[in-house]
């Protein structure tokens, strides 16, 4: 059980309540927060009649039209029901569920006037399974996840899909399954439910829960290849990252020399004195995409446990804030910096890949006995090349966009939430580019026998061998690759 507090959500007790599939609780800190802030403006509603945007008022450009006091519950649901306007894919469960734990948190700080109820029905869902139907395509990611979060709001009353023990189901009907009755939405919820940032940053933090990993089989994967292509120990001393002392350069070549130590092929003698860059700067481009890993989990760890949507409501303050905190920029414009420098640990393994395959240093071309009759490992590198190539446009920044929307109101818009969506789709790429990489590295390793690499890497080898066997002709290669594919995503690679 994690309790929902106002103590700081981290990436490691995220992935504790993820990977545990703990329940939530919320404290009863939280709860006090939460009636307080909305006992404090029913009071404020109460007694002050001058418009208040959306909670008296339309919204975005409609802010100047007053609402009568008898349909400020009906302008919440009507807000929930119009704004979920989502299409395109449907949002990975593992996203929608950490959208909901990402919601939870930030109404649990009082400051957004939400009932009780309506935070512990979403609780309910978390716990549960129930699992909003939320479409990738529709936010601006500025005003909040306007669309999204309509989507994971609208079964809150009873309305829309969900996903449920492995179906998709109409909401009305898994509420009565469970003996939950819809929630009626008082002034300000609807808004409170769509503005903020949880669909960014929901996606956000699965693609940094992914990247330690990913960054860990990149340095593992490239010592494997270096061993493959008969590689140097000399850019990977200490001494040369002492004089340009990036953390990230500095933590890559110590991650190389750990995997490399005890190998018999890393001391013998080399014919050739300088390795590809490929192999001779993994240091400097790994390390530059580790110190880009710690930059953008800094931004989300921030926005995690943060207040952002709007307006804002402060008791003790005793005022009504409508501002800004719902613009996505922060995070788009770390999400297109993390699409790159996940792009990049893939860009430079196709290369190693490549150098692997092309006959050198006594390897065979195509990394088979009789090439000709054997095509071999041609093909994977295309594949490799074919995806790189996919991810450099992928990486086109989404936050350099903004489009006017509202009737020019919301004149900026963040375009984050299409930051999210590519990053997404380039971790899964990068997973499939080392995946490819292994699967050549361990086959060219294959024709150093009999001597031997470290111990570390033999391990890895006789692993991977369980799940990807050495290829002696020809034989279907996707099925290799998709083995590949689920070795390296469920690897935990440790160094």
Not at 54 to 82: A, C, K, R
Not at 280 to 303: M, N
């Amino acid at each position: 059980m994690h309790h929902i507090t106002t103590d700081q959500l981290t990436f490691e007790i995220i992935a504790d309540i993820i990977s545990s599939n703990k329940k939530l609780a919320l404290s009863t800190e939280a709860k006090n927060n939460i009636v307080r802030c909305r006992e404090y403006l029913d009071k404020k509603m109460a007694s002050q009649k001058t418009p208040i945007y959306g909670i008296n008022t339309g919204f975005g450009s409609l802010y100047n039209v007053t609402i009568p006091d008898n349909d400020l519950e009906q302008l919440q649901t009507n807000l929930v029901m119009s704004h979920a306007c989502g299409t395109g894919d449907e949002v990975p469960l593992d996203v929608v569920k950490l959208m909901l734990l990402l919601k939870i948190q930030a109404v649990a700080y009082g400051k957004s006037a939400v009932q009780l109820q309506t935070v512990e029905r979403l609780v309910d869902f978390f716990n549960n399974d129930v699992l909003p139907v939320i479409y990738q395509q529709g936010s601006l990611g500025a005003s909040g996840d306007l669309a999204p979060l309509a989507h994971m709001s609208l079964p809150l009353l009873g309305m829309g899909e969900v996903h449920y023990k492995g179906k998709k189901q109409a909401a009305a009907d898994v509420l009565k399954q469970l003996n939950l009755e819809p929630i009626q939405l008082k002034s300000k919820e609807g808004l409170a439910l769509l503005n903020g940032t949880q669909f960014m940053s929901a996606y956000g933090v699965w693609c940094l829960l992914q990247t330690k990993n990913i960054s860990n089989a990149a340095d593992s994967i490239a010592a494997v290849s270096l061993e493959a292509f008969d590689g140097r120990i000399d850019p990977f001393k200490p001494h040369i990252h002492s004089i340009r002392p990036h953390k990230g350069q500095i933590q890559t070549a110590a991650n190389m020399r750990k995997l490399l130590e005890g190998s018999e092929l890393i001391v013998r003698t080399k014919a050739h004195v300088q390795d590809p860059y490929s192999f001779r700067c993994v240091p400097q481009v790994h390390g530059a995409s580790k110190d880009t890993f710690t930059y953008v989990e800094s931004i989300f760890l921030t926005e995690i446990n943060s207040v952002t949507d709007n307006p804002t409501v402060f008791p003790d303050e005793d005022e009504i804030i409508s501002g800004g905190n719902f613009h996505g920029q922060p995070l788009a414009l770390a999400l297109d910096f993390l699409a790159i420098a996940l792009a990049e640990l893939g860009n430079i393994s196709e290369r190693r890949t490549y150098q692997l395959i092309g006959g050198l240093r006594g390897l065979p071309p195509f990394l088979v006995a009789k090439p000709g009759l054997n095509s071999g490992f041609m093909i994977p590198q295309y594949t490799a090349a074919s995806i790189v190539s996919q991810n450099k446009q992928l990486c086109t920044p989404a936050s350099i966009d903004s489009i006017v929307s509202s009737n020019g109101q919301e004149d900026h818009v963040s375009m984050g939430s299409n930051a999210a969506t590519k990053c997404y789709k380039v971790v899964e790429n990068v997973q499939r580019i080392l995946a490819i990489e292994l699967f050549n590295a361990s086959q060219a390793l294959e024709f150093r026998r009999p001597a031997k690499s470290s111990a570390v890497i033999e391990k890895l080898v006789a692993d991977y061998r369980k799940a990807v066997p050495f290829v002696d002709v020809d034989k279907i290669m996707y099925t290799q690759i998709d083995n590949s594919l689920r070795f390296v995503k469920n690897h935990s690679f440790t160094i």
